[in-house]
């Protein structure tokens, strides 16, 4: 039997979560290893997200971010507990090193290393992590994403989309090119568009709809490679719709704005038809209540 070669498209803890879900399946079913070869897959994952530690690190190194990469090398990691720990230890001083964690930071470190090379940079995070599998940024262009809300307004920031005042229902999303970059053209890592078109299956999701997953759809390259791909193409929606992305989405609506995004079909959408236990479901009443304060105090 040959083994699928994946493409999982996304970012931050959705596509972490997958991968590592993958990687368990493959170690826990014996059929799992003939079905999917971890050194086959490859995980493109979206870099337009700005804020917390990430976005610290951007203005500072002028870099990539760092975030969502750290997540999936520790997703994929088979090293010892004490590596992927020492990976994900955020410091929590009030001083410079504060909310930064050990992982962003070498990231930095092994850029820095490498003349400036982030794809080398994550090769050799990779070795230290006993990494399975390809992790691919979808640019290695400094970018900002944008949203288009219905209304017509424009809103800059991966981090303000769905913290934004005006909660008018978002139209498309778009990328620009950040910095002194500003004025080209906002091109796609071609590693990940090969990826993409030797994969054999491409997952898309799961994660935030606008601000993990249609970031990667917004190169026109990669929404092309995925649109004329034969590989069987797979949504996984989230569970719950997303406050300030996907408000009241249906799992209709969040198939059609990937259609009306990038011009993909879908072949098949992975759906949970379950109910939330209680108390996941007051906690994100809980999350979204504390959104709800923390924009009235910041307008």
Known sequence: MKSLKLACVGGGTGLSALLSGIKQFVQSEQAGAEIINMNRLSAIVTVSDDGGSTGRLIEEFDVLPPGDIRKLLVSLSEADDLVSSLFEYRFSSNGDLGGHTVGNLLLIALTELNQNSFPKAIQEASKLLAVRGQIIPASLQPTVLCAELTDGEIVRGESLIPERKNREPIRRVFLEPRGNDSGTAVIAHRGAVTAICQADAIIIGPGSLYTSIMPNLAYSEIAEAICTSTAVKIYICNVMSQPGETDNYTVTQHVQSIT???????????????????????????????GQLARINTY
Do not use: H, R
């Open 260 to 290: 009306n995004q990038s011009g993909i079909e879908i072949d098949y959408v992975l759906v949970n038809d379950g109910i939330a236990p209680p108390q996941i479901l007051k906690n994100y009443v809980q999350q979204e209540i504390i």
